[in-house]
């Protein structure tokens, strides 16, 4: 896994250091208000209670979807943090609060004009979903969740589908955030 | 959360009972009384033609699911399908007119656009002929917007400058089924994936480019040992997943290995000499002309592509030959093709080529036994090709050299006799060529790209855009802002899928209905709107027969009803086909002569045909099951003896890589839609470049490295991604980015096919350089 989390920093002194560092933070989760005097990102973001967080506890792999967006995932921010940190577990600066929701997906999706599930979830960029195009096993791990992986729900599809490349409907996300097509005028 | 495989095959199976049962299936997601209506279409990317039902709600489209009644696709679809409500719901469609002034694009209004555009076409005619106004169109406008625009410029103006972009992608096949069986179109059906044992798959990357139908291929092929997939092509696409043997030919040499299949077939006895005698004939060409030889002059043609000769000039193992041969004489074989054969300066004969290898084996016109073209457009079929909009072409078979099928046209068309030119008019690369030499002045470009899709882009960019003296007159109608509208003088916003009805024809020879579901954004208008508006202005100006069009057309419907009425008499007939039949039905397949014919799954077959029944081709001789190419001359498909030639650019010392372009499954062709779904664009936000790890190893280059891909004519530069796809001294390109950088077709090769005029996209000469 690459870069790894935020309050370590604090650990380790290096915050009295001067070191900065921020992190994309979800509405409703900035700093206490009325009162409580600390610097904006002082703390790094809570995680909601989802089955992802929940697995990432153990499995490392928020960046999955944290740095590419999969899912409406915040993107991670962490600059100028020592290299010690990107080996840390996410869930070890992160804190889990038991029965939150993913604040900023709800307050998207309710924006969103198209209806809810519409689309099929993008799978994340990393080297066992590059494999899932030659070798069409993806429900090896997503029809039971080993590896945390989320559990497939295709309830009244065709049967057709059972026996499609996943790859047909679910797109592999490669980046964050591309630059739209330049509008020509 | 979420099931179990045992739930989500029982899951599975309870939405195929309620399928069969005929219950409307609710798509997850959306609740039945959340969606004010589903609707049924069909989806406007690639042939396949899937069946689609879409959910509209408040003046939009919220879901879009695959069909799962419709009877061939089966409720599937593909990514680019499932966001196509993103893209039709872009923010950055457009929405109102633009001029050209002082070389600025400028909103107009509709009726000074369309002034501007009448007034420059009458203009051009009155003052240098007919011949100097050319119509560019494209396998995504409706049939009935084709058949439109070449009736228009035909019947009307009087010249056959009438093309489109299928000739950049289908011309060859289109060549290899009119040489071979005397008319265009593939005679087998998609049915035919559910009996077939052998699938070969020649130039075809099915997985990306057509995945509904190699979806198929892999649920026929699932738990079946006797089902085998062949592959002919020199890269490793990501069809290797279910390929059991691959066949890797030098990029360009794949004629000669055909050429060897057939040498086994006959050599080991495996032909059908029955089939052979009663429907195939033998051609060859000798000093420019055609001349008939024998099935004896045919094995001794042969004789020269042994496999082991084979080897020595394609590099493709002599015994993988040997097997594939057997392997496809054995059958019930289904061969699919797509760009790999069909973008080549040799295109037709390596169409003509497969065709041979069903010829001599009778693996044709039986229940997974055919020669299936695949298509990459939603209507190159029922649009351009059927609707002969092309240069040489005239609806439904008919060509412009011969008398009396102009005769037939300009009577239905109550055009005055010898209005249509008894000359093809010019293919797209001449037409684009003749742009740039102000020969043609004034051109309408609907619903294509070629600023971004011509190969060796940049000359023809300047004859669109380049900025001279008396510059001929570009009108581009889009959805979009595209590479092609940056350089238009006019630019119109059209309405796009889902917002104008009519018809798609797509591979297997269905033409289905797209309803019109929503109202196009801002001043948007339905290209044959723009059509009928743009020919009854060139009434009033003199440059077309008052009442040619105008008055006879208020819509799409009433264009139909002619269409119809064109295909009488015809291998098309289609007049089965009305329009309150389409609308009920998930498509129809041609033929359908009459109201209460289904549709023809096979054509040339006896007791499938209906055309072999009764009319002009009927032949009552025939039992059950017999096939007679009607079609052909002396009604016997032509084996043709051609020649094993290579590309027009092979690489050499000073360019020693070939460059091949293609797509991914993501992105559809110049990307001007998929690009606006973010989930599709962020698949692949960039162009890359596969690079072989033995090439890579000695240029220096790893994966995420710039390199500067160069031609004779012109370079790219793009992201290398080092992978074994790409046969060694091989690189690949999907052309799908717009920038300037990875635009790829300033790379590629303008050289075409001499039958079919369609260019090399497959294959030139470049030298890489790590930058």
Same mark, same amino acid.
Request: glycine fraction near 8%.
């Given at each position: 896994?690459?870069?790894?989390?935020?309050?370590?920093?604090?650990?380790?002194?290096?915050?009295?250091?001067?070191?900065?560092?921020?992190?994309?933070?979800?509405?409703?989760?900035?700093?206490?208000?009325?009162?409580?005097?600390?610097?904006?990102?002082?703390?790094?973001?809570?995680?909601?209670?989802?089955?992802?967080?929940?697995?990432?506890?153990?499995?490392?792999?928020?960046?999955?979807?944290?740095?590419?967006?999969?899912?409406?995932?915040?993107?991670?921010?962490?600059?100028?943090?020592?290299?010690?940190?990107?080996?840390?577990?996410?869930?070890?600066?992160?804190?889990?609060?038991?029965?939150?929701?993913?604040?900023?997906?709800?307050?998207?999706?309710?924006?969103?004009?198209?209806?809810?599930?519409?689309?099929?979830?993008?799978?994340?960029?990393?080297?066992?979903?590059?494999?899932?195009?030659?070798?069409?096993?993806?429900?090896?791990?997503?029809?039971?969740?080993?590896?945390?992986?989320?559990?497939?729900?295709?309830?009244?599809?065709?049967?057709?589908?059972?026996?499609?490349?996943?790859?047909?409907?679910?797109?592999?996300?490669?980046?964050?955030?591309?630059?739209?097509?330049?509008?020509?005028? | 959360?979420? &099931?179990?495989?045992?739930?989500?095959?029982?899951?599975?199976?309870?939405?195929?009972? *309620?399928?069969?049962?005929?219950?409307?299936?609710?798509?997850?997601?959306?609740?039945?009384?959340?969606? +004010?209506?589903?609707?049924?279409?069909?989806?406007?990317?690639?042939?396949?033609?899937?069946?689609?039902?879409?959910?509209?709600?408040?003046?939009?489209?919220?879901?879009?699911? !695959?069909?799962?009644?419709?009877?061939?696709?089966?409720?599937?679809?593909?990514?680019?399908?499932?966001?196509?409500?993103?893209?039709?719901?872009?923010?950055?469609?457009?929405?109102?007119?633009?001029?050209?002034?002082?070389?600025?694009?400028?909103?107009?209004?509709?009726?000074? /656009?369309?002034?501007?555009?009448?007034?420059?076409?009458?203009?051009?005619?009155?003052?240098?002929?007919?011949?100097?106004?050319?119509?560019?169109?494209?396998?995504?406008?409706?049939?009935?917007?084709?058949?439109?625009?070449?009736?228009?410029?035909?019947?009307?103006?009087?010249?056959?400058?009438?093309?489109?972009?299928?000739?950049?992608?289908?011309?060859?096949?289109?060549?290899?089924?009119?040489?071979?069986?005397?008319?265009?179109?593939?005679?087998?059906?998609?049915? $035919?994936? $559910?009996? /077939?044992?052998?699938?070969?798959?020649?130039?075809?990357?099915?997985?990306?480019?057509?995945?509904?139908?190699?979806?198929?291929?892999? +649920?026929?092929?699932?738990?079946?040992?006797?089902?085998? *997939?062949?592959?002919?092509?020199?890269?490793?696409?990501?069809?290797?997943?279910?390929?059991?043997? %691959?066949?890797?030919?030098?990029?360009?040499?794949?004629?000669?290995?055909?050429?060897?299949?057939?040498?086994?077939?006959?050599?080991?006895?495996?032909?059908?000499?029955?089939?052979?005698?009663?429907?195939?004939?033998?051609?060859?060409?000798?000093?420019?002309?055609?001349?008939?030889?024998?099935?004896?002059? =045919?094995?001794?043609?042969?004789?020269?592509?042994?496999?082991?000769?084979?080897?020595?000039?394609?590099?493709?193992?002599?015994?993988?030959?040997?097997?594939?041969?057997?392997?496809?004489?054995?059958?019930?074989?289904?061969?699919?093709?797509?760009?790999?054969?069909?973008?080549?300066?040799?295109?037709?004969?390596?169409?003509?080529?497969? %065709?041979?290898?069903?010829?001599?084996?009778?693996?044709? !016109?039986?229940?997974?036994?055919?020669?299936?073209?695949?298509?990459?457009?939603?209507?190159?079929?029922?649009?351009?090709?059927?609707?002969?909009?092309?240069?040489?072409?005239?609806? =439904?078979?008919?060509?412009?050299?011969? &008398?009396?099928?102009?005769?037939?046209?300009?009577?239905?068309?109550?055009?005055?006799?010898?209005?249509?030119?008894?000359?093809?008019?010019?293919?797209?690369?001449?037409?684009?060529?003749?742009?740039?030499?102000?020969?043609?002045?004034?051109?309408?470009?609907?619903?294509?790209?070629?600023?971004?899709?011509?190969?060796?882009?940049?000359?023809?960019?300047?004859?669109?855009?380049?900025?001279?003296?008396?510059?001929?007159? *570009?009108?581009?109608? $889009?959805?979009?802002?595209?590479?092609?509208?940056?350089?238009?003088?006019?630019?119109?916003?059209? /309405?796009?899928?889902?917002?104008?009805?009519?018809?798609?024809?797509?591979?297997?020879?269905?033409?289905?209905?797209?309803?019109?579901?929503? +109202?196009?954004?801002?001043?948007?208008?339905?290209?044959?709107?723009?059509?009928?508006?743009?020919?009854?202005?060139?009434?009033?100006?003199?440059?077309?027969?008052?009442?040619?069009?105008?008055?006879?057309?208020?819509?799409?419907?009433?264009?139909?009803?002619?269409?119809?009425?064109?295909?009488?008499?015809?291998? =098309?007939?289609?007049?089965?086909?009305?329009?309150?039949?389409?609308?009920?039905?998930?498509?129809?397949?041609?033929?359908?002569?009459?109201?209460?014919?289904?549709?023809?799954?096979?054509?040339?077959?006896?007791?499938?045909?209906?055309?072999?029944?009764?009319?002009?081709?009927? $032949?009552?001789?025939?039992?059950?099951? @017999?096939?007679?190419?009607?079609?052909?001359?002396?009604?016997?498909?032509?084996?043709?003896?051609?020649? &094993?030639?290579?590309?027009?650019?092979?690489?050499?010392?000073?360019?020693?890589?070939?460059?091949?372009?293609?797509?991914?499954?993501?992105?559809?062709?110049?990307?001007?839609?998929?690009?606006?779904?973010?989930?599709?664009?962020?698949?692949?936000?960039?162009?890359?470049? @596969?690079?072989?790890? *033995?090439? &890579?190893?000695?240029?220096?280059?790893?994966?995420?490295?710039?390199?500067?891909?160069?031609?004779?004519?012109?370079?790219?530069?793009?992201? /290398?991604?080092?992978?074994?796809?790409?046969?060694?001294?091989?690189?690949?390109?999907?052309? %799908?980015?717009?920038?300037?950088?990875?635009?790829?077709?300033?790379?590629?090769?303008?050289?075409?096919?001499?039958?079919?005029?369609?260019?090399?996209?497959?294959?030139?000469?470049?030298?890489?350089?790590?930058?």
């Amino acid at each position: 896994m690459a870069r790894r989390t935020v309050a370590w920093a604090a650990l380790l002194g290096l915050a009295g250091a001067g070191l900065s560092f921020t992190a994309v933070q979800e509405p409703g989760h900035e700093a206490a208000a009325g009162g409580e005097e600390f610097a904006a990102n002082a703390f790094p973001p809570t995680l909601s209670d989802t089955e992802p967080h929940a697995d990432a506890w153990r499995e490392d792999g928020c960046l999955r979807c944290h740095e590419t967006g999969v899912g409406d995932a915040p993107l991670v921010v962490h600059r100028d943090l020592p290299p010690l940190l990107l080996e840390v577990k996410c869930r070890t600066c992160h804190v889990l609060i038991p029965g939150s929701r993913p604040r900023e997906r709800a307050a998207a999706a309710a924006a969103e004009p198209f209806a809810p599930n519409a689309f099929p979830p993008m799978m994340p960029a990393s080297a066992v979903h590059d494999r899932a195009w030659l070798r069409d096993d993806c429900l090896l791990c997503h029809e039971d969740g080993t590896h945390g992986a989320p559990l497939v729900r295709h309830q009244d599809l065709p049967s057709l589908y059972l026996e499609a490349k996943c790859r047909s409907c679910h797109v592999q996300v490669r980046a964050v955030a591309a630059a739209r097509p330049e509008a020509a005028e | 959360m979420g &099931a179990t495989r045992r739930d989500f095959i029982k899951g599975a199976a309870a939405a195929a009972v *309620v399928a069969v049962a005929g219950r409307r299936l609710p798509a997850q997601g959306v609740a039945p009384e959340d969606a +004010a209506r589903w609707v049924k279409s069909v989806c406007r990317f690639c042939g396949t033609g899937c069946g689609v039902l879409l959910a509209v709600k408040d003046g939009r489209i919220a879901m879009l699911r !695959g069909d799962p009644e419709h009877p061939t696709t089966k409720g599937l679809v593909c990514a680019k399908a499932l966001f196509l409500p993103k893209v039709v719901h872009s923010p950055d469609r457009l929405t109102h007119p633009l001029v050209r002034k002082n070389g600025q694009l400028e909103r107009a209004s509709w009726e000074e /656009a369309m002034e501007l555009l009448a007034g420059r076409f009458a203009e051009a005619i009155e003052r240098h002929g007919p011949d100097s106004v050319a119509f560019y169109g494209s396998g995504q406008a409706l049939s009935e917007e084709s058949y439109l625009a070449s009736r228009l410029f035909k019947g009307g103006i009087g010249t056959n400058n009438v093309e489109g972009n299928p000739r950049l992608c289908m011309a060859s096949a289109v060549g290899g089924y009119v040489t071979t069986f005397g008319k265009d179109e593939p005679m087998g059906c998609y049915e $035919d994936i $559910d009996h /077939a044992r052998v699938f070969f798959l020649v130039g075809s990357n099915a997985a990306e480019c057509h995945p509904v139908i190699f979806d198929r291929i892999i +649920a026929r092929k699932q738990g079946r040992r006797d089902v085998l *997939v062949i592959a002919l092509d020199p890269r490793k696409s990501p069809i290797q997943t279910n390929v059991d043997l %691959h066949l890797d030919p030098l990029p360009g040499q794949d004629l000669a290995v055909l050429h060897a299949m057939a040498q086994v077939i006959v050599g080991e006895k495996r032909h059908d000499l029955r089939f052979i005698e009663r429907n195939v004939q033998f051609k060859a060409t000798r000093d420019g002309q055609t001349v008939a030889v024998s099935f004896e002059e =045919y094995v001794e043609f042969l004789s020269q592509y042994t496999p082991e000769r084979a080897q020595m000039t394609t590099g493709v193992k002599a015994e993988k030959i040997v097997e594939a041969a057997r392997l496809f004489a054995l059958g019930p074989t289904m061969s699919l093709w797509t760009m790999g054969l069909n973008q080549r300066t040799r295109g037709v004969w390596a169409n003509n080529l497969v %065709h041979n290898l069903h010829l001599i084996t009778g693996q044709i !016109g039986k229940p997974g036994a055919t020669s299936f073209s695949l298509t990459g457009q939603p209507n190159a079929c029922g649009g351009v090709r059927d609707t002969g909009a092309l240069c040489g072409n005239l609806p =439904y078979g008919r060509v412009v050299t011969d &008398a009396a099928h102009r005769a037939e046209m300009e009577k239905l068309w109550s055009a005055e006799p010898g209005t249509i030119p008894d000359k093809p008019g010019l293919d797209t690369m001449e037409l684009f060529k003749a742009l740039g030499e102000d020969r043609i002045r004034a051109m309408l470009i609907l619903t294509t790209n070629p600023g971004q899709s011509l190969p060796n882009v940049e000359p023809y960019r300047r004859a669109m855009g380049g900025a001279r003296p008396d510059k001929p007159f *570009v009108a581009v109608i $889009d959805a979009f802002p595209t590479r092609t509208t940056e350089l238009a003088d006019l630019v119109l916003p059209a /309405a796009m899928w889902s917002e104008k009805s009519g018809v798609f024809g797509m591979s297997e020879r269905r033409y289905q209905y797209m309803p019109q579901v929503l +109202a196009p954004p801002g001043e948007a208008r339905a290209d044959l709107d723009v059509l009928l508006d743009f020919a009854a202005r060139l009434e009033r100006r003199g440059a077309v027969k008052e009442g040619f069009i105008a008055g006879r057309f208020q819509n799409a419907d009433d264009v139909w009803e002619e269409m119809r009425e064109a295909s009488r008499g015809t291998a =098309y007939d289609f007049r089965g086909m009305t329009r309150a039949r389409l609308m009920k039905e998930r498509g129809i397949r041609w033929p359908a002569p009459t109201e209460q014919h289904p549709g023809t799954a096979r054509r040339y077959v006896k007791g499938e045909d209906p055309l072999l029944d009764e009319g002009p081709y009927a $032949d009552n001789s025939l039992a059950d099951g @017999e096939v007679k190419f009607y079609a052909a001359p002396e009604q016997r498909a032509v084996v043709w003896l051609r020649p &094993a030639l290579g590309p027009a650019e092979p690489p050499d010392a000073g360019y020693p890589f070939v460059l091949s372009t293609g797509r991914v499954l993501e992105h559809w062709h110049t990307g001007t839609m998929t690009m606006r779904a973010e989930e599709l664009r962020r698949a692949y936000p960039e162009a890359f470049v @596969e690079v072989h790890p *033995v090439d &890579a190893m000695k240029l220096g280059v790893r994966t995420g490295d710039r390199v500067k891909i160069e031609s004779r004519r012109g370079a790219a530069v793009i992201k /290398a991604w080092v992978t074994e796809r790409p046969r060694p001294g091989s690189v690949f390109v999907p052309f %799908h980015w717009q920038d300037e950088d990875s635009l790829i077709n300033r790379v590629t090769i303008d050289a075409c096919d001499p039958i079919s005029k369609q260019p090399e996209y497959k294959i030139c000469a470049v030298r890489l350089e790590k930058v």
